[in-house]
């Protein structure tokens, strides 16, 4: 453990191997039953068909051996893996387990309880960065090192064995490890070229087969553990294409397309991202779902009305006022029916958020599904009117108007009277007064 590169590198090692055996395990004890989505429309976190999104986030900064080098990115880039996996990619389960935490017990147990939580629509996704360390006795052994973990004392490390084991024991339908950190590229499978045309049926493809990958930062040379905005290399630009993102599915060969590119261009890196060989990987991927921000189309079921079209209509966030062609439809999610078919303009409002529009083609006889995403607004101080200038006014882009109330001519009393029913004992009335301006 004298380099930190070579520490973070070696982690690699052992991270492939994780992928060897994933299906050994449900091949000897039976084939997995898998449901099969056949609309666009239920390949969604709301349409409640495809089953649970989980993560795994490990990172180290912090070690509590001093022999053991600390790291300075890890922690950050963990969280803002799992703040981006939860606000924006619809995870509903994120274990973080960070510095002092990611001890190896943690990590056993955390891994133990997805076995018997996880079924086999979900999908789970492991992240992991931190120092490693490889078996220089038995090849192709190796360890990840936690934060407890004693300096050369390998028998305080989580062998690779042990986490390829667990991860041979879960029922999902995907896994997908990300490890910022070199791999061993000799034990990955043939790499697969994203098609020329990639709809929608591309995406459903995938998401119905098995799949095991792994994406990583590196092949078989170290790895930096600083980059750009507090992350390293590799997961500043991962983070970048994740938030960017618009489309509602997204791959990890898509992500690795756009990111392996810059991140050779700026480093000494070779990042790799390709199925696993021997772990039964059955040509599906991992499907990033965003939580909103396209249109998607579909076939309707038979309806009365071939005539018309029909919008659902979602925001991010939801309760937004939607607008089409400048009617106001109600708040998100919207569906609406028996539209005549032609281009509108789906618009959404929220306070404090950007308004977001979309122009859509209705289509007699088929369903669309319209997701906007909405931007919080960072509104600034209101300046104060002149004096001389009259009361001031402002109109927002619906017709709306707000009178400017300048500092200190609002003031009112705040709390509960003495004789007022159930009033707490310990609270007091006191007056309030308004010190900044506001509309």
């Not at 618009?246 to 000494?268: H, Q």
């Not at 607004?377 to 707000?402: C, D, L, V, W």
């Amino acid at each position: 453990m004298k380099h930190k590169k070579c520490l973070k590198c070696v982690s690699a090692v052992m991270g492939i191997f994780l992928f060897i055996t994933i299906f050994f395990s449900v091949t000897l004890c039976g084939a997995q039953e898998y449901r099969t989505i056949k609309r666009n429309k239920d390949l969604l976190h709301s349409s409640g068909q495809i089953g649970k999104y989980t993560a795994l986030i490990i990172g180290i900064n912090d070690y509590e051996d001093e022999d053991i080098p600390d790291l300075k990115t890890a922690v950050s880039d963990a969280e803002a893996v799992e703040n981006i996996l939860s606000n924006r990619y619809g995870f509903q389960d994120i274990r973080l387990l960070t510095d002092r935490h990611a001890t190896k017990s943690a990590v056993v147990k955390a891994f133990r309880k997805m076995i018997g939580e996880l079924g086999t629509d979900d999908s789970l996704l492991v992240y992991y960065a931190g120092h490693g360390e490889i078996d220089r006795l038995v090849q192709g052994n190796g360890w990840w090192v936690p934060a407890d973990a004693e300096a050369s004392d390998i028998t305080t490390y989580l062998d690779n064995s042990t986490v390829q084991n667990y991860l041979s024991a879960m029922k999902t339908r995907h896994v997908l490890l990300i490890s910022d950190s070199c791999y061993s590229g000799t034990l990955f499978g043939e790499s697969r070229a994203l098609p020329p045309v990639i709809d929608d049926q591309f995406y459903l493809d995938l998401y119905n087969e098995k799949s095991r990958w792994g994406m990583t930062s590196g092949n078989k040379t170290p790895v930096s553990d600083s980059g750009s905005g507090g992350h390293s290399v590799f997961a500043y630009q991962l983070i970048r294409e994740l938030e960017k993102n618009r489309k509602p599915y997204l791959t990890p060969r898509e992500i690795y397309t756009a990111i392996g590119p810059v991140i050779r261009n700026n480093s000494e890196q070779m990042p790799l991202c390709r199925p696993i060989k021997m772990t039964g990987d059955a040509g599906g991927e991992f499907i990033f779902i965003l939580a909103g921000g396209s249109v998607i189309v579909d076939k309707p079921e038979r309806d009365s009305s071939p005539r018309t079209g029909s919008l659902l209509v979602e925001t991010k966030p939801s309760g937004a006022k939607v607008y089409v062609n400048g009617v106001n439809k109600g708040t998100s999610p919207a569906e609406l029916t028996r539209l005549n078919p032609g281009t509108v303009t789906v618009q959404s409002v929220l306070s404090g958020y950007s308004t977001e529009e979309k122009e859509v083609s209705v289509e007699a006889g088929r369903i669309k599904q319209v997701t906007l995403v909405m931007d919080r607004i960072q509104e600034a101080e209101p300046e104060e009117p002149q004096k001389g200038s009259g009361e001031k006014k402002i109109t927002n882009s619906i017709g709306m108007e707000f009178v400017y109330i300048p500092p200190g001519s609002l003031s009112f009393m705040m709390g509960s009277p003495e004789n007022e029913p159930d009033r707490s004992d310990d609270e007091k009335q006191h007056r309030v007064t308004l010190t900044k301006g506001f509309y």
